[in-house]
């Protein structure tokens, strides 16, 4: 809970509601049963029922006031939070009967009935839905379509998700070697390399065929050695004819 302050939470999402209550002495107050809570819409003014969860006008609200409880006195002393029914910890806007679009809640909390407690009362705000409700999923949806982009996506040519289908190719998936020549020794000179999308398509490439389902073409040449070692290569160089 922020004093003063404003919180943005997503639609349904439940927002921590605690207070920590000082006496005149400056020692927390336990044991108090008169911290409570009080919810104004400010969208309408309409006041928070507490017994149906329904926002309606002043005078027809049966419980205006919610009290806290207290969380622990010995380990968390003069801790007091919002922990009733619907509300698990933290006011539920999901609970809320009548909710209207883009609600903003005024929380205040107050001393019901003592005069002990200094610093009270206290408020913030809660905005509901708005960019949060918009945002909420995206983290997982940016990832999921830069992974879908990167597996499935690959009709644009130097795309992202194109390079990587040929990365992966490159590392012998689905590729077909032809046009292969040889020197006397046995060295080879020059060739082609067909990339597939499947193994099925590059188990029905043929020697020389084109437009057989490939999506990438690279070309090979190699220079042999002079003298006596021309079974050995001089130079390798491999180049993207499409």
């Known amino acids: 809970m922020l004093s003063g302050g404003t919180v943005l939470v997503a639609t349904g999402d439940t927002e921590p509601v605690e207070v920590q209550v000082f006496g005149r002495s400056g020692l927390p107050l336990t044991g108090k049963t008169d911290i409570k809570i009080r919810v104004r819409r400010h969208n309408d003014d309409l006041y928070f029922d507490w017994t149906d969860n329904t926002f309606k006008s002043g005078g027809s609200v049966a419980q205006m006031l919610q009290a806290l409880s207290e969380v622990s006195a010995s380990l968390s002393p003069g801790i007091y939070r919002l922990n009733v029914g619907a509300h698990v910890r933290g006011f ?15 929380v205040t909390i107050v001393q019901d009935s003592g005069l002990d407690a200094v610093g009270l009362p206290v408020g913030f705000e809660i905005k509901v839905g708005r960019y949060v409700d918009k945002i909420a999923g995206l983290p997982g949806n940016v990832a999921d379509a830069v992974w879908d982009e990167m597996q499935a996506d690959h009709v644009v040519a130097n795309s992202f998700g194109d390079l990587m289908r040929r990365v992966v190719a490159l590392q012998k998936e689905n590729y077909f070697i032809d046009n292969m020549t040889y020197n006397t020794k046995g060295l080879l000179l020059a060739g082609r390399i067909r990339l597939f999308a499947t193994k099925a398509a590059a188990a029905a490439a043929t020697d020389g065929g084109t437009g057989e389902g490939e999506f990438a073409i690279y070309s090979f040449d190699t220079t042999e050695k002079p003298g006596p070692h021309e079974e050995r290569a001089a130079t390798a160089r491999s180049v993207r004819d499409s």
């Open 92 to 106: 539920n806007t999901g609970a809320v009967t009548n909710p209207g679009i883009e609600d903003i809640y005024d």
